[in-house]
């Protein structure tokens, strides 16, 4: 995808070049790998690049696997000049001098990795974050969305199942299990689309309505595993009168863009695209007007502070009333932004326990599915539980980046670093200091001491 043009051959690469994979040790979760045995294999023979793997007992791809691809695996990463991972690496384990490549989550000064970072600054480290290799257009390069997407309505789902359940409804959505329980997606694919063979008509009055916020790669995922059965679309303008006819035999789909969910605060002025993203201050929030007619909402927007919410405390406090709720079941918060765009996502999840309900009344949650509120499926790593396809796809993005980012010379000041612009402009820091791009986080830094 990125070779030739962009990247360059590597030809001229000496042998000598080492990078090195660290295994991944923040969770019991995370097996994804970012290469796999057969892209290192194509690195060292074609490219010329020499990969240490660091040997792990959870690895999606095992050390065995690596070793029959004729990859070194070895506890010293220390002869790498660069380092990459999936996750943060905890601040004790870096080493110094060292060119580390992860999502390093540390862009928006997020508090909890700020020692991570002031460490990797003070072994004058650099710093590469996948999140941050962007096009011209700040299109992201390399991501994981579409497999989040994937995990993030197979676990929905599973939730929908459930809360059913529990209120006497019973589906074969119950059956869906855990998107880390199947050997891959094509099973978890095959499974659902079997069972939405057998939904038939549901046992309320009304169809069960998903609405799917946001269009990117995230719904992309979601909604190809949830067009497994085989749902009806309708626009947003018809959402209304679907949500009022009876049941039918397939559940009904939704996606909503910028223009359904803000709305210009002059009402005279109508939505526009470019003003919404450069001037979100003159918009607010029209989400709620949608909230009445669905079953399930599945978040998948990009959000920051900067832009209205979909969902609030307030709204949910209004209408989850005791002896009434509203229709909403389920909010699949596949974005998972704590008080985000859906401010009732007050915590993150694991994927032994993706959900918990809201209590508005209370301001509280309960984990499970049971109680009058919303249920909320907030795991905030869903692309681990499915790791086999999340790795194969990220390493077949990346290994077009390791040369680059091998044969740069780290050492010279950040203006002379010779990399494409899509990887200069992830640099967060160089050499122990943060790149002019990332100033701003210097003032994180010295909040979180």
Known sequence: MFAGKLFGDGNNLAMSAIIAIRREDKNKWERRVPLVPADISDLQTKRGVRVLVQPSGVRVCTDDEYRSAAVEVNENLCPASVILAIKEIPAHLLLPGKTYVFFAHVAKGQPHNMPMLRRLME?????????????????????????AGYAGMIETLRCLGQRLAVSGVTTPLAQVRPAFEYRDLTEAKAHITALGEEIGYHAGARPLIFGFSGYGNVSTGAQEVFDCLKPVEVAVADLSAAASRAAGPRPVKVVFREEDMAERKESSIPFNLAEYYEHPERYEGCFEKHLPHLDVLVNCIYWDARYPRLITREWAKRNYLPGCAPRLKVIGDISCDI?????????????????????????????????????????????????????????????????????????????????????????????????????????HLEAHP
């Open 123 to 147: 072994l004058g480290c650099s710093l590469v974050d996948y999140e941050k290799i962007t096009d011209e257009q700040k299109r992201r390069l390399i991501f994981f969305g579409r497999h």
């Open 339 to 443: 008080e985000g765009s859906v401010e009732l996502t007050v915590k993150a999840t694991e994927p032994d326990h993706p959900c918990y309900v809201y209590l508005p009344e209370q301001d509280a949650v309960r984990d499970g599915v049971e109680g009058n509120g919303p249920v909320i499926m907030a795991v905030d790593n869903l692309p681990c539980e499915i790791p086999r396809e999340s790795s194969r796809y990220f390493s077949s993005v990346l290994r077009e980046m390791v040369v680059p980012l091998v044969n740069a010379n780290w050492q010279v000041p950040f203006e002379m670093l010779d990399l494409p612009p899509c990887l200069k402009r992830a640099v967060i820091v160089h050499r122990g200091r943060l790149t002019p791009d990332y100033q701003y986080i210097q003032q």
